[in-house]
């Protein structure tokens, strides 16, 4: 006869004890059953102890959360939180350094507990760390551990950042503002600044005035990981929080003070591989810079401009300055009129005779106008060159400058998302963003002479305009998709893929979609489509016993803390558990939780999650619901919640949960290796390979040659 579903059959320890079996009914009061355990082993004040989990986090069990526990637990009778929380209360007062060293570090570890945390801050117990830190004695490990408990402590959100007194932030700034400090203590301080941005304008002007961007910059010079990771987490969080004009003024004194290469040599090239949390942190810094584009994005051109007038005349000047008038007095102001109005014309302007209104469309609005003058500054020899070479051909065939211009920096914006917000979730940078200066107008210098080729190659007149630009489009999404570290390396690649490679994809693709249309083909591709469902299905499974590292995140800040899950080899129970910074992978015996396969209910993904209700349906969430997934479980109902690193993990995730659950996988994911799988396998069976063995192993490589005197060097200028 199965056990009663509100009874759970469990080991309870203690230090010196012989360790009880007991089987926990959940009917039961809490304390009830603590004087039970107390009782066997003879222990008087059952009061004053309280169960706790031996793995994991040592989480206290309490009534709100005593339904998790789960058959096999192992729990640890030891002193209740009260009498935990009053003990280190008094010893971190201690005068004896070892006693106060002691207690600070055990509070430092179960501050994580939110019922512990709740009654040491009862006790007034923040207020002593405070003084610790104001009275400014203690150094070294003390402040460590104090500044550590703090943290824990502020993270259960009981008391608001802006009850810190200013003495207390005064010495947390000095902290980060000293050199020579212990690296943990400079580390915490920058964590706790970080918090302190977004919680209050106040806290904002406070830290910005204190902490000195130049000093932030000296932090990413040092060769410490964590150092540099919470210096540039202080500076993200202070960048997102200030008002646009505050941004600019931040990203200008940056710009001059060459952040670009500080990351690029001390973060990008550094010895240790980049972090996820680093290269989430880059991934906003490109979002922040290219986002200041948006004001001149969105800004139309105003007629009436003097400013603007004057960039559209030297745009003329550049281009046609041979061809104009020698005098302006010698000829009529009609004259001078109709020049001006052949030259925009040969220029590219629609509206030849009020070139104005071309960018009176936002976007791209002026930023064209600002591309188009940085080209023709910058690239004076190719500006003039594409201009007057357009100007003698037909008109019909004349690639229209201006016109190209402003719509490749429309689809440059698109491409590389200026004006929208930051993801919270994404690591996607691009490495040659960092290396080059004027990164935006450099990529349009690059593309819109690329614009001018193609536009040859493709024999195009005005009608194929928009096709042009489609081609051009995807040149640049092929060649970024391919990750280039630098701008040159861009330029080669983008320039080798020219039209008649373009259309060599378009047809390899094309075939590829005709060739699986036919009858015969759509009959043999259902017949395997079983088999390599089932393939797909294995693959899925194997990754969810590998594990994924899951990070959580708040509606406040991203987080630092990470956590583990994976299925068991037979695919019965998934085990997690929180994890420390740096590991990769976590062994089952280290994942305390466990869920058994047979008590998961549904999956839950998107706005339907709770985690993501919580959170609200804003424009910033749209990347983090597209990466939520919740799994319920037991007959309570409780929830697992997930919010998946990358969109791959997520489909793998999601199907290999529906795999489990014995349904169908519905991620674009499978749909795509199935239809890269059902591709390679139709070919197989189509070359018509019967009676012919194909071997298991590859074939041996065979000896070098005695010599390489075939060998020639093929150079791309002797085509």
Request: proline share 5%; with cysteine; charged share 25%.
């Amino acid at each position: 006869m199965p056990p009663p579903k509100d009874v759970v059959k469990i080991a309870i320890q203690m230090m010196g004890a012989i360790p009880q079996l007991i089987e926990l009914n959940q009917t039961k009061p809490l304390a009830a059953v603590v004087k039970e355990v107390c009782d066997v082993w003879n222990l008087g004040n059952a009061e004053h102890y309280a169960l706790q989990y031996v793995d994991g986090q040592q989480t206290y069990i309490t009534e709100s959360n005593r339904a998790e526990i789960k058959n096999g637990s192992i729990l640890r009778l030891t002193t209740s939180p009260d009498q935990e929380a009053e003990r280190l209360h008094s010893g971190i007062r201690s005068h004896n350094l070892d006693v106060k060293a002691d207690s600070l570090k055990k509070l430092a570890n179960l501050s994580r507990d939110i019922t512990f945390a709740q009654e040491f801050i009862n006790r007034n117990g923040l207020k002593q760390l405070f003084l610790i830190v104001e009275e400014g004695n203690d150094i070294g490990e003390i402040l460590a551990h104090t500044l550590k408990a703090f943290m824990e402590l502020m993270e259960h959100d009981f008391v608001s950042w802006e009850t810190l007194s200013p003495a207390f932030i005064k010495k947390i700034v000095r902290y980060v503002n000293t050199g020579g400090m212990d690296t943990s203590v400079q580390q915490l301080s920058l964590s706790i600044l970080e918090n302190m941005v977004p919680s209050s304008r106040l806290l904002f002007e406070l830290v910005k005035r204190e902490v000195t961007l130049d000093r932030l910059l000296t932090h990413l010079q040092v060769t410490n990981q964590q150092l540099q990771l919470k210096a540039m987490a202080l500076l993200i969080a202070l960048l997102l929080n200030a008002s646009d004009a505050e941004r600019r003024d931040m990203m200008g004194y940056l710009g001059e003070r060459n952040i670009r290469q500080f990351i690029h040599k001390n973060i990008i090239h550094a010895s240790e591989p980049m972090g996820d949390e680093m290269a989430h942190y880059l991934y906003v810094l490109q979002s922040i810079t290219l986002n200041l584009l948006e004001r001149r994005m969105r800004t139309p051109m105003d007629p009436y401009s003097q400013e603007q007038r004057e960039l559209l005349q030297f745009l003329r000047h550049s281009a046609f300055e041979l061809e104009s008038e020698p005098s302006a007095g010698s000829v009529s102001a009609e004259r001078r009129r109709s020049v001006c109005v052949t030259e925009f014309r040969k220029l590219g302007f629609q509206n030849y005779s009020n070139p104005a209104q071309d960018l009176h469309r936002t976007p791209p609005g002026l930023l064209a106008l600002d591309n188009m003058v940085y080209f023709s500054r910058h690239c004076p020899s190719a500006y003039s060159r594409f201009v007057l070479e357009n100007s003698s051909r037909d008109d019909k065939h004349e690639c229209p400058f201006a016109r190209s211009s402003i719509q490749l920096t429309l689809a440059l914006c698109e491409i590389l998302h200026v004006g929208e917000p930051c993801s919270e979730t994404a690591q996607a940078f691009y490495l040659m963003f960092f290396g080059q200066d004027h990164f935006f107008q450099e990529l349009f210098c690059i593309c819109i002479q690329l614009q001018n080729k193609t536009w040859k190659e493709m024999r195009a007149t005005q009608e194929d305009f928009d096709k042009v630009l489609q081609v051009v489009r995807e040149q640049i999404t092929r060649t970024l998709s391919l990750k280039p570290t630098s701008l040159e390396l861009f330029k080669t690649r983008v320039n080798a893929l020219n039209y008649s490679e373009i259309l060599r994809l378009r047809q390899t693709e094309r075939m590829h979609q005709e060739e699986t249309l036919a009858v015969p083909v759509l009959e043999l591709r259902e017949r395997l489509k079983p088999e390599l469902l089932q393939l797909i299905r294995q693959q899925r499974l194997l990754r969810l016993c590998e594990g994924t590292l899951f990070r959580k995140i708040s509606s406040r800040r991203r987080q630092d803390k990470l956590w583990y899950c994976r299925l068991s080899p037979n695919h019965k129970v998934l085990h997690y558990g929180d994890v420390e910074q740096g590991v990769q992978s976590a062994p089952i015996e280290s994942l305390p939780e466990k869920i058994p396969v047979a008590d998961i209910k549904e999956l839950l993904v998107g706005r339907e999650c709770p985690h993501m209700k919580e959170k609200g349906s804003g424009k910033h969430n749209k990347d983090v619901l597209d990466l939520a997934f919740s799994i319920s479980y037991d007959v309570e109902e409780y929830y697992l919640n997930f919010i998946a690193p990358t969109r791959y993990e997520f489909c793998l995730w999601t199907d290999g949960l529906n795999v489990l659950l014995g349904r169908e996988m519905t991620s674009e994911r499978t749909q795509s290796e199935l239809d890269i799988l059902l591709s390679m396998e139709l070919k197989l069976r189509l070359l018509d390979l019967e009676n012919i063995s194909i071997p298991d192993a590859p074939p041996p490589v065979p000896n070098p040659p005695s010599n390489l005197n075939f060998c020639y060097d093929f150079s791309p200028h002797e085509q």
